[in-house]
């Protein structure tokens, strides 16, 4: 069974900065695109930054100037670290991951939502 691990929310003042992680946990072959995902009331959930088993990133224009996406070398583990946060990156933030099987199929899992909260 495949389960993502989500950690490094918090409560940070606009202007600060904050890191978060998660990595992929369980039986499977490989980790394809690893990615960040927000979300708040009312909206649906958008892309923050994605990026794939080669390391190539994409960002949301909205987070591509103060947001930097990374993995480690297993590649099992995405980090989204996040500087100049504003009020409106306020939401729950889920990680995503196209796992591969044994089976050679690739699905997609999301973890379980981290709040991150930008206030003075």
């Known amino acids: 069974q495949v389960q993502l691990l989500e950690s490094g929310g918090g409560l940070v003042q606009p202007g600060g900065s904050l890191r978060l992680s998660c990595t992929v946990s369980g039986s499977f072959l490989r980790v394809e695109t690893m990615g960040w995902y927000r979300q708040t009331p009312g909206n649906l959930r958008e892309v923050v930054a994605v990026i794939t088993s080669r390391g190539s990133p994409y960002y949301s224009p909205s987070v591509m100037d103060h947001f930097t996406i990374s993995r480690d070398n297993p590649g099992n583990t995405v980090l989204l670290q996040m500087n100049s946060l504003k009020p409106e990156d306020t939401a729950v933030y889920y990680c995503?991951?196209?796992?591969?099987?044994?089976?050679?199929?690739?699905?997609?899992?999301w973890g379980q939502g981290t709040q991150v909260t930008v206030s003075s």
């Open positions: 995503n991951a196209d796992v591969q099987s044994s089976d050679q199929s690739v699905s997609p899992y």
